[in-house]
């Protein structure tokens, strides 16, 4: 799935592909503006990409220090972008995964 085709589904959908992997579903379901969805698919995993995302939704939560904790799992930094930015750059290189 490409990324635009990924925002169409958040813009026309009620819910995320089921091949798509759990933590682009939490993207998904974030976008929805359903952070607690989102942190419950990802919340019991452990592999990097599902850590990355885990880290972006405490940060978007306004929890760093649990957010940094799930960065350096990650083998990542917080980034110093927005919110936003940080969003769409996880999805474009999830989705090319």
């Known amino acids: 799935m490409t990324y635009d085709e990924f925002i169409l589904t958040i813009e026309n959908d009620d819910t ?3 091949s798509l992997p759990l933590y682009v579903q939490a ?5 929805k503006g359903n952070w ?8 019991a ?3 990097k990409n ?9 940060r978007k ?9 799930w960065y350096r799992r ?14 769409k750059n996880l999805a474009m ?3 090319l995964e």
């Not at 993207?27 to 976008?31: E, F, K, N, S, Y």
């Not at 607690?36 to 919340?43: Q, T």
Request: aromatic share 12%; charged share 25%.
């Open 45 to 47: 995993l452990d592999d």
């Open 93 to 95: 290189k999830l989705l």
């Open 74 to 87: 990650a083998n990542a930094q917080r980034p110093a972008i927005s919110l936003d930015e940080e969003w």
């Open 27 to 31: 993207l998904w379901w974030d976008a």
């Open 61 to 69: 939560e306004g929890d760093i220090w649990n957010a940094d904790y």
């Open 16 to 18: 995320p592909a089921s």
């Open 50 to 58: 599902s850590c990355r995302v885990h880290a972006y939704l405490h």
């Open 36 to 43: 607690g969805k989102a942190h419950s698919l990802i919340d």
